[in-house]
């Protein structure tokens, strides 16, 4: 968040404030969080930065204690060995240009790492299984990838 400096970042939309709003979006690579979500997943992990949103409709309408949620920890997840990995290579050397479809993360991953980024793939934000449910038991619609299983996950 720090890409957006210290000052309350200040939307405004052309469009009226829809009547259902989502409990999280990805704007800009960063997630927009209602207040419910904010807090079960700073909970889960201290570490996530939160900082204020002012959005404001064509309308009047607010997002009312909505924040950017950012979560920064990177970890090297994957497990190369296990993954399909797709490799390109020039006259110098050979690369890693990508991951396949089968994904497989590290045996050896922290259990209490709730909340984190791949470092090889840093758009995805990915959750344990705990923070899921937890997230789900709170009634919240969301996508999430289940660092456990590699599948997508929506709740709600």
Known sequence: LSMLGAEQPRFSEARKKPKVLPDAWLYMGVMIAAPSVAAIMTRFD?????????????????????????????????????????????????????????????????????AFREAFNLTEIFVSRALAAELLAAGLKMDFLDPATMSSLTIG
């Not at 920064?72 to 020039?90: I, Q, T, W």
């Not at 050979?94 to 259990?111: C, E, F």
């Open 46 to 114: 201290p570490g996530i930065q939160t900082m204020p949103i002012d959005w404001v409709f064509a309308d009047g309408g607010k997002l009312d204690g909505y924040v950017f949620l950012d979560v920064h920890r990177a970890v090297a997840a994957y497990d190369f060995r296990r993954s399909e990995v797709l490799v390109e290579h020039d006259e110098t050397r050979k690369y890693i240009a990508g991951l396949g479809m089968i994904r497989a993360l590290r045996r050896d991953l922290d259990p209490n790492l709730h």
